[in-house]
């Protein structure tokens, strides 16, 4: 199998994966769309919610916030030996939010989340909507982000994969052309990257189960 990157940019990028069947790059699609990990809000603490959204919906946009995932700090709540519904430094970080004080109606955008634990692990953009506070109302709340997959939650789907089959003009069979767009969690790279590996681990531990039949 040969790859020819065709477009790369930080949220999207464009691979040609020649010399493979069509289910192995449908694989790697799926792969990317509900097995790469990444953090996303998955439970809050109300601590005061005079707004006019209930805490439930509240939570609920919270939770689609995309954000910033380093990969090589955390590990799925699965696999961590904390024992807390709430999680530990190794798997979960805490963020809060206070509207604070105010005397005229204004948006609370995603920028007003602030990470405690981590401050890497903050909003991909600083300008989604959250709530609307009129005067004398406030919102104040923890929040706790895990890692997660798009199997478990859209809120964890780190990225949009279609497969495209160049024309017979520019190749022959068997080759395929990847298109990742990232939610800006991880790059577009990172997602094909650990979505190969994710991939390559399933089949090597297929192969070892397999072969212990034999025995």
């Known amino acids: ?124 953009n600083s300008n989604i909507p959250i709530v609307k506070v009129a005067p004398g109302q406030k919102v104040s709340l923890e929040a706790y982000a895990r890692l997660g997959t798009g199997k478990e939650h859209a809120k964890w789907q780190a990225s949009n994969v279609s497969i495209l089959k160049p024309t017979k003009e520019e190749d022959t069979d068997n080759d395929y052309t990847l298109e990742i767009e990232s939610t800006g969690a991880l790059s577009a790279i990172e997602i094909f990257v650990k979505a190969t590996e994710i991939l390559r681990n399933e089949l090597q531990e297929f192969t070892e189960k397999t072969g212990s039949l034999k025995k």
Request: a negative charge; proline letters at 3%; glycine letters at 4%.
């Open 1 to 124: 199998m040969k790859l020819k990157v065709l477009e790369k940019s930080i949220d999207r990028v464009k691979i040609q994966l020649q010399g493979i069947s069509l289910s192995y790059a449908n694989a790697i699609r799926r792969i990317a769309l509900s097995e790469v990990p990444v953090m996303a809000i998955d439970n809050i603490i109300i601590i005061e919610n005079s707004s006019i959204m209930y805490d439930e919906l509240l939570a609920h946009r919270l939770g689609l916030i995309p954000l910033k995932t380093d990969l090589s700090k955390y590990v799925l709540p699965k696999d961590c030996d904390c024992d807390n519904s709430l999680g530990c430094l190794k798997c979960s970080v805490s963020l809060v939010l206070d509207s604070g004080d105010n005397d005229s109606t204004k948006e609370i955008l995603s920028g007003q989340l602030k990470s405690v634990s981590d401050t890497t692990t903050i909003p991909v």
